[in-house]
């Protein structure tokens, strides 16, 4: 009994690394696809899309084929939200490297102000995708959603941050598992978090929606 139970952990465990395998080499092809600029967003779209289903036990679809059914779904909302982003973060690196004002405190003040907002910025970073492809969002709105759902829940964002770190570090000292399986388990490590904070999101707002009946 003991056996079987042990060679099925251990069959789960191996198709849970191929995968991860899987997605992961589905994610550069479709970011080499589009040059990489216009292929990252639709590519770590599809990933959170096709982690999505598969944490919620909706595996009827082949890992392929529903990777690439989603890249074309998410090919324009992938490239808004990467040239978005980009175009913040290049505004925002070229103000903090090269603005000078006079006098030097209101300088340091107007620095300071912008390093809050580049913070800001990762944090909606952080839940962006992953609240795209869950609630199903354009543009505006799942940066929106995202900036106050990081904002609300900052432990659970402390706990992403402190869990992205620990695998960063764990691929910083093997990174040739960064070709394997890198990028969908960070992924992966993302919308598990990720889904948990929006479950426990919608239940606060059924409940105080349940309160105000």
């Known amino acids: ?60 679809v082949p890992v392929w084929r529903n990777f690439w059914q989603q890249y074309k779904i998410y090919l324009f909302r992938g490239n808004a939200l990467t040239l978005t982003f980009l175009l913040a973060t290049v505004i925002l690196y070229v103000n903090i490297t090269l603005f000078v004002i006079e006098p030097v405190w209101l300088m340091i003040l107007v620095k300071y102000a912008l390093f809050i907002i580049s913070a800001l910025l990762i944090l909606t970073v952080l839940y962006v995708f992953p609240a795209t492809v869950h609630f199903d969002l354009q543009l505006v709105e799942s940066i929106k959603q995202s900036f106050f759902i990081g904002l609300y829940m900052p432990l659970r964002t ?56």
């Open 158 to 213: 402390i706990y992403l941050v402190a869990a992205i770190l620990t695998v960063y570090h764990i691929l910083f000292l093997f990174p040739i598992l960064i070709f394997l399986f890198g990028i969908s388990l960070f992924g992966f490590i993302q919308m598990w978090i990720v889904l948990r904070s929006f479950a426990r999101l919608e239940d606060k707002q059924a409940r105080m929606v349940a309160a105000g009946a």
């Open 1 to 60: 009994m003991m056996s079987n139970s042990l060679t099925g952990g251990i069959y789960a465990i191996g198709e849970f690394f191929l995968f991860l395998v899987k997605l992961n080499v589905l994610w550069f092809i479709g970011t080499l696809a589009g040059l990489v600029i216009f292929g990252f967003g639709p590519s770590t779209l599809a990933m959170f899309d096709v982690l999505r289903r598969w944490m919620r036990k909706e595996t009827d």
